[in-house]
């Protein structure tokens, strides 16, 4: 039971008299569950990480040798293509294939409507950032809207498609 206000008791109201506000000029919204951003996560994962690693690890590099001989330059390699290629989808559709497939797609937080081009490509780019800090992937089982750390960086939500009528 929550502890009463010495206002609350002196004026005779209670907390369930207040009606719950929601935040000005937002509509109720319903973000993605975490288990359909993991399953678009694993999605892209297959279908956009490892044609690019696939590309890097043998065309590019070489072979396994030549990316394990170079690391770090194989890893930006795949990453600067894979923030070009999910920016590149984001801002045509909204999606990724992987959102599409589990019907999510990427708003701004303060419109509503599809974020500019700058805000995807700072998202993507700080996904990779969150990637490395583990945390920031990790954050999004600890929130209720399921937001990532690039999600907060750069005020963007991913929600359930609504359906077409």
């Known amino acids: 039971m929550a502890k009463k206000r010495f206002r609350e008791v002196k004026q ?3 907390r369930e008299e207040y009606p719950k506000k929601e935040p000005a000029g937002r509509a109720k919204r319903h973000y ?15 279908m ?17 040798e030549g990316f394990a001989a170079h ?4 890893w930006l390699y795949i990453l600067i293509p894979l923030v070009i290629v999910q920016t590149a989808f984001m801002y045509r559709t909204g999606q990724t294939p992987g959102y599409r ?27 990779v950032l969150s990637l490395f800090t583990i945390f ?3 954050m999004m089982f600890f929130r209720k809207d399921a937001k990532t750390l690039h999600d907060l960086l750069s005020n963007t939500a991913v929600i359930q498609k609504p359906l077409a009528k």
């Open 136 to 138: 920031g992937w990790l």
């Open 48 to 64: 956009l990480v490892m044609p690019i690693m696939y590309a890097v690890f043998y065309l590019v590099m070489g072979g396994r």
């Open 32 to 46: 993605a569950s975490k288990g359909a951003k993991f399953k678009a996560f694993l999605t892209d994962a297959f």
């Open 71 to 74: 690391k770090a330059l194989g």
């Open 12 to 14: 005779g109201k209670t």
């Open 101 to 127: 497939a589990y019907d999510l797609t990427l708003i701004d937080e303060n419109t509503g409507e599809k974020p500019s081009l700058f805000i995807i490509f700072f998202r993507n780019a700080s996904a």
